[in-house]
Antibody, heavy 121, light 109 residues
Framework: QVQLVESGGGVVQPGTSLRISCAAS????????MHWVRQAPGKGLEWVAV????????YYADSVKGRFTISRDNSKKTLHLHMDSLTAADTAVYYC??????????????WGQGTLVTVSS | QSALTQPPSVSGSPGQSVTISCTGT?????????VSWYQHSAGKAPKLIIY???RRPSGVPDRFSGSKSGNTASLSVSGLQAEDEATYYC?????????FGTGTTVTVL
Protein backbone atom coordinates (compact mmCIF):
# COMPACT_ATOMS: atom_id res chain seq x y z
CA GLN A 1 0.00 0.00 0.00
CA VAL A 2 1.06 3.58 -0.57
CA GLN A 3 2.94 5.09 2.34
CA LEU A 4 4.43 8.53 2.79
CA VAL A 5 6.44 9.00 5.97
CA GLU A 6 7.80 12.42 6.87
CA SER A 7 10.77 13.02 9.14
CA GLY A 8 13.11 15.77 10.26
CA GLY A 9 10.72 18.14 11.99
CA GLY A 10 11.60 19.77 15.27
CA VAL A 11 12.19 23.04 17.07
CA VAL A 12 14.56 25.51 15.42
CA GLN A 13 15.49 29.13 16.05
CA PRO A 14 14.39 31.97 13.78
CA GLY A 15 16.79 32.63 10.94
CA THR A 16 18.12 29.09 10.84
CA SER A 17 17.67 26.27 8.34
CA LEU A 18 16.06 22.85 8.42
CA ARG A 19 15.58 19.99 5.98
CA ILE A 20 12.59 17.70 6.21
CA SER A 21 12.21 14.50 4.24
CA CYS A 22 9.56 12.09 3.07
CA ALA A 23 10.13 8.40 2.43
CA ALA A 24 7.76 6.93 -0.13
CA SER A 25 6.82 3.29 -0.64
CA UNK A 26 4.15 1.16 -2.25
CA UNK A 27 4.10 2.90 -5.64
CA UNK A 28 6.37 3.96 -8.51
CA UNK A 29 7.72 7.16 -7.00
CA UNK A 30 9.23 8.41 -10.25
CA UNK A 31 5.81 8.46 -11.94
CA UNK A 32 4.30 11.14 -9.73
CA UNK A 33 4.58 14.81 -9.00
CA MET A 34 5.16 15.41 -5.29
CA HIS A 35 4.13 18.32 -3.09
CA TRP A 36 4.56 19.79 0.34
CA VAL A 37 1.47 21.21 2.00
CA ARG A 38 1.50 22.81 5.46
CA GLN A 39 -0.92 23.75 8.18
CA ALA A 40 -0.01 26.35 10.78
CA PRO A 41 -1.57 25.98 14.24
CA GLY A 42 -5.22 26.96 14.12
CA LYS A 43 -5.01 27.81 10.41
CA GLY A 44 -6.04 26.23 7.16
CA LEU A 45 -4.06 24.16 4.69
CA GLU A 46 -1.51 25.97 2.51
CA TRP A 47 0.21 24.61 -0.57
CA VAL A 48 3.99 25.07 -0.32
CA ALA A 49 5.76 23.56 -3.32
CA VAL A 50 5.70 20.95 -6.07
CA UNK A 51 8.35 19.01 -7.95
CA UNK A 52 7.54 17.18 -11.14
CA UNK A 53 8.09 13.45 -11.54
CA UNK A 54 11.58 13.80 -12.98
CA UNK A 55 12.65 16.83 -10.97
CA UNK A 56 12.84 19.10 -14.01
CA UNK A 57 10.19 21.56 -12.83
CA UNK A 58 9.60 23.01 -9.40
CA TYR A 59 7.17 25.70 -8.27
CA TYR A 60 6.69 27.46 -4.98
CA ALA A 61 4.14 29.46 -3.05
CA ASP A 62 5.01 33.16 -2.92
CA SER A 63 5.34 32.89 0.87
CA VAL A 64 8.35 30.57 0.60
CA LYS A 65 9.86 31.44 -2.78
CA GLY A 66 13.57 32.13 -2.50
CA ARG A 67 13.80 30.51 0.95
CA PHE A 68 12.60 26.93 0.43
CA THR A 69 13.93 24.34 -2.02
CA ILE A 70 12.09 21.16 -2.92
CA SER A 71 14.07 18.23 -4.27
CA ARG A 72 13.72 14.52 -4.86
CA ASP A 73 15.85 11.41 -5.22
CA ASN A 74 13.97 8.93 -7.35
CA SER A 75 16.57 6.21 -6.77
CA LYS A 76 15.90 6.43 -3.03
CA LYS A 77 12.19 7.27 -3.34
CA THR A 78 12.68 10.29 -1.16
CA LEU A 79 11.33 13.83 -1.21
CA HIS A 80 13.02 16.71 0.60
CA LEU A 81 12.22 20.27 1.57
CA HIS A 82 15.15 22.48 2.52
CA MET A 83 14.00 25.53 4.44
CA ASP A 84 16.19 28.60 4.97
CA SER A 85 15.67 31.85 6.88
CA LEU A 86 12.89 30.34 8.92
CA THR A 87 10.48 32.60 10.78
CA ALA A 88 7.68 32.00 13.25
CA ALA A 89 5.26 32.16 10.32
CA ASP A 90 6.77 28.91 9.03
CA THR A 91 5.69 27.02 12.15
CA ALA A 92 3.35 24.31 10.89
CA VAL A 93 2.72 20.66 10.30
CA TYR A 94 4.27 19.85 6.93
CA TYR A 95 2.58 17.15 4.85
CA CYS A 96 4.20 15.17 2.06
CA UNK A 97 1.58 14.70 -0.67
CA UNK A 98 1.42 12.68 -3.85
CA UNK A 99 -0.13 14.13 -7.00
CA UNK A 100 -2.09 11.60 -9.02
CA UNK A 101 -0.38 12.93 -12.15
CA UNK A 102 3.28 13.25 -13.05
CA UNK A 103 3.25 17.02 -12.79
CA UNK A 104 0.93 19.48 -11.07
CA UNK A 105 -2.82 18.97 -10.92
CA UNK A 106 -3.92 19.29 -7.32
CA UNK A 107 -5.40 15.82 -7.27
CA UNK A 108 -3.72 14.88 -4.00
CA UNK A 109 -4.55 11.22 -3.62
CA UNK A 110 -2.17 10.25 -0.81
CA TRP A 111 -0.95 12.24 2.18
CA GLY A 112 1.61 11.52 4.87
CA GLN A 113 0.82 12.02 8.54
CA GLY A 114 2.87 15.19 8.72
CA THR A 115 5.93 16.43 10.59
CA LEU A 116 5.80 19.41 12.94
CA VAL A 117 8.24 22.26 12.42
CA THR A 118 8.34 24.83 15.20
CA VAL A 119 10.32 28.04 14.76
CA SER A 120 10.89 29.64 18.13
CA SER A 121 13.61 31.29 20.14
CA GLN B 1 -1.93 33.42 -4.90
CA SER B 2 -4.93 34.50 -2.84
CA ALA B 3 -6.86 31.80 -1.01
CA LEU B 4 -10.18 30.70 -2.44
CA THR B 5 -13.15 31.91 -0.40
CA GLN B 6 -15.26 29.43 1.52
CA PRO B 7 -17.87 30.04 4.25
CA PRO B 8 -16.32 29.47 7.69
CA SER B 9 -19.00 27.04 8.77
CA VAL B 10 -22.17 25.22 7.75
CA SER B 11 -24.37 22.91 9.75
CA GLY B 12 -27.21 20.49 9.29
CA SER B 13 -29.13 17.76 11.02
CA PRO B 14 -28.57 14.10 10.22
CA GLY B 15 -30.17 13.23 6.90
CA GLN B 16 -30.19 16.81 5.66
CA SER B 17 -28.11 18.27 2.84
CA VAL B 18 -25.47 20.98 3.00
CA THR B 19 -23.60 22.81 0.27
CA ILE B 20 -20.22 24.52 0.55
CA SER B 21 -19.17 27.17 -1.94
CA CYS B 22 -15.63 27.90 -3.09
CA THR B 23 -15.09 31.17 -4.92
CA GLY B 24 -11.98 32.04 -6.87
CA THR B 25 -11.14 33.88 -10.05
CA UNK B 26 -10.80 33.23 -13.76
CA UNK B 27 -7.12 32.47 -13.07
CA UNK B 28 -7.92 29.45 -10.94
CA UNK B 29 -11.40 27.99 -10.39
CA UNK B 30 -12.93 29.60 -13.45
CA UNK B 31 -10.03 28.83 -15.74
CA UNK B 32 -9.55 25.11 -15.22
CA UNK B 33 -11.53 21.98 -14.42
CA UNK B 34 -9.03 20.97 -11.76
CA VAL B 35 -10.97 21.67 -8.60
CA SER B 36 -10.62 19.17 -5.76
CA TRP B 37 -12.20 18.85 -2.33
CA TYR B 38 -10.63 17.43 0.82
CA GLN B 39 -12.11 16.27 4.11
CA HIS B 40 -9.88 16.96 7.11
CA SER B 41 -10.54 15.68 10.60
CA ALA B 42 -8.36 16.58 13.56
CA GLY B 43 -5.36 14.31 13.94
CA LYS B 44 -5.82 12.73 10.55
CA ALA B 45 -4.37 13.35 7.12
CA PRO B 46 -6.71 15.13 4.70
CA LYS B 47 -8.72 12.86 2.42
CA LEU B 48 -9.53 13.47 -1.23
CA ILE B 49 -13.29 13.29 -1.79
CA ILE B 50 -13.79 15.08 -5.13
CA TYR B 51 -11.36 15.74 -7.98
CA UNK B 52 -11.63 17.43 -11.38
CA UNK B 53 -14.77 19.29 -10.26
CA UNK B 54 -17.21 16.41 -9.98
CA ARG B 55 -15.39 13.06 -9.91
CA ARG B 56 -15.34 10.83 -6.87
CA PRO B 57 -12.41 8.54 -5.95
CA SER B 58 -13.38 4.95 -5.35
CA GLY B 59 -14.65 4.41 -1.83
CA VAL B 60 -16.12 7.89 -1.43
CA PRO B 61 -19.90 7.70 -0.92
CA ASP B 62 -22.10 9.14 -3.66
CA ARG B 63 -23.58 11.41 -1.00
CA PHE B 64 -20.69 13.70 -1.90
CA SER B 65 -20.95 15.58 -5.17
CA GLY B 66 -19.16 18.50 -6.79
CA SER B 67 -20.02 21.10 -9.38
CA LYS B 68 -18.77 24.38 -10.82
CA SER B 69 -20.26 27.47 -12.36
CA GLY B 70 -18.01 30.27 -13.49
CA ASN B 71 -15.53 31.14 -10.77
CA THR B 72 -17.40 29.25 -8.03
CA ALA B 73 -17.20 25.56 -7.24
CA SER B 74 -19.50 23.77 -4.83
CA LEU B 75 -19.46 20.63 -2.72
CA SER B 76 -22.77 19.10 -1.72
CA VAL B 77 -23.24 16.51 0.98
CA SER B 78 -26.60 14.81 1.06
CA GLY B 79 -27.94 12.51 3.75
CA LEU B 80 -25.64 14.12 6.30
CA GLN B 81 -24.10 11.66 8.79
CA ALA B 82 -22.26 12.21 12.05
CA GLU B 83 -19.05 10.95 10.45
CA ASP B 84 -19.20 13.83 7.95
CA GLU B 85 -18.32 16.31 10.68
CA ALA B 86 -14.95 17.72 9.61
CA THR B 87 -13.31 20.68 7.91
CA TYR B 88 -13.58 20.73 4.12
CA TYR B 89 -11.13 22.46 1.80
CA CYS B 90 -11.37 23.14 -1.90
CA UNK B 91 -8.31 23.51 -4.08
CA UNK B 92 -7.74 24.70 -7.60
CA UNK B 93 -4.96 24.34 -10.11
CA UNK B 94 -3.63 27.74 -11.15
CA UNK B 95 -1.00 27.00 -13.79
CA UNK B 96 2.17 27.02 -11.66
CA UNK B 97 0.65 26.62 -8.23
CA UNK B 98 -2.23 25.18 -6.26
CA UNK B 99 -4.56 27.42 -4.30
CA PHE B 100 -6.40 26.17 -1.23
CA GLY B 101 -9.70 27.43 0.04
CA THR B 102 -10.05 28.99 3.47
CA GLY B 103 -11.81 25.90 4.82
CA THR B 104 -15.36 25.20 5.99
CA THR B 105 -16.24 23.41 9.20
CA VAL B 106 -19.26 21.17 8.83
CA THR B 107 -21.18 20.52 12.03
CA VAL B 108 -23.77 17.79 12.29
CA LEU B 109 -26.38 18.97 14.77
Amino acid sequence: QVQLVESGGGVVQPGTSLRISCAASGFTFSDHGMHWVRQAPGKGLEWVAVIYYDGTDRYYADSVKGRFTISRDNSKKTLHLHMDSLTAADTAVYYCVRDFYSSLSGRFDYWGQGTLVTVSS
Amino acid sequence: QSALTQPPSVSGSPGQSVTISCTGTSSDVGGYDYVSWYQHSAGKAPKLIIYEVDRRPSGVPDRFSGSKSGNTASLSVSGLQAEDEATYYCTSYASTNIVFGTGTTVTVL
